[in-house]
């Protein structure tokens, strides 16, 4: 299954597997014109509707029942696509909001915060629907299916929903008007302690960065 026939009108639009890639290939265009840099002030924004609409897509597929891949053993896909530029230019687009703090399982107890860049979770999650697509359009829609399962479950679906947190915390800081703290050096190659950590910004109030993320200044009290 080539690009050009990836959404042709033979396919029934009702059927689940259109459904899961379209929202996938969604996803994919999007992010990659995000991380282009020509609408800068709708990034945030932007990104956080696209992730939302997602995990939608991961949802579905975690309720769905177990999917069984046609052939026992994965056909070889070749080399990963090279996702460095598109993280370099994510990490660029959304400093200083990039790094952020997240719980990695909140069911294991006494787990601590881990620093993790908003930039590396979203070239993660590409790559991973990536291979899925690669399927996909190669016309083995089973395999494709079993792959974004699979994944969502192991890898995907949790980095979305940190991104989606992330996000929506930025969001939420700018509309409520609540300063972001500035934190002493936190960074990604970092230990963290137990103590309650929140988002990397510096030295980073939200009137500062609600303008060029693109949310709009809120009104002063």
């Known amino acids: 299954m080539s690009d050009a026939t990836l959404h042709a009108s033979a396919q029934d639009p009702d059927d689940f ?13 999007a992010v990659i014109e995000v991380a282009k840099g020509d609408e800068p002030d709708s990034a945030v924004p932007f990104l956080l509707l696209e992730v939302s609409q997602l995990l939608l897509a991961g949802g579905r597929l975690g309720a769905h029942e177990d999917i069984v891949p046609d052939e026992r053993y994965e056909p070889d896909l070749g080399p990963e696509a090279d996702v460095d530029e598109l993280r370099e230019n994510l990490a660029r687009l959304l400093d200083p909001i990039d790094v952020y703090s997240e719980v990695f399982d909140p069911y294991e107890p006494r787990k601590a915060p881990v620093p993790a860049r908003i930039s590396d979770d979203l070239t993660d999650v590409i790559t991973d629907l990536r291979h899925g697509m690669a399927h996909y359009r190669a016309g083995r829609t089973t395999e494709a299916l079993w792959w974004w399962q699979f994944s969502y479950f192991s890898n995907w679906g949790s980095t979305a929903s940190a991104t989606l947190r992330a996000l929506q915390s930025v969001v939420a800081h700018v509309r409520l008007n609540q300063p972001l703290a500035e934190l002493d050096g936190l960074d990604t190659d970092q230990a963290m302690g137990d103590e309650t950590l929140e988002f990397e910004a510096g ?9 060029p993320l693109g949310l709009g200044r809120p009104a002063s009290k």
């Open 17 to 29: 597997a259109v459904q899961i890639a379209d929202q996938v290939e969604s996803f994919l265009v």
């Open 203 to 211: 030295k980073v109030m939200v009137e500062e960065i609600a303008g």
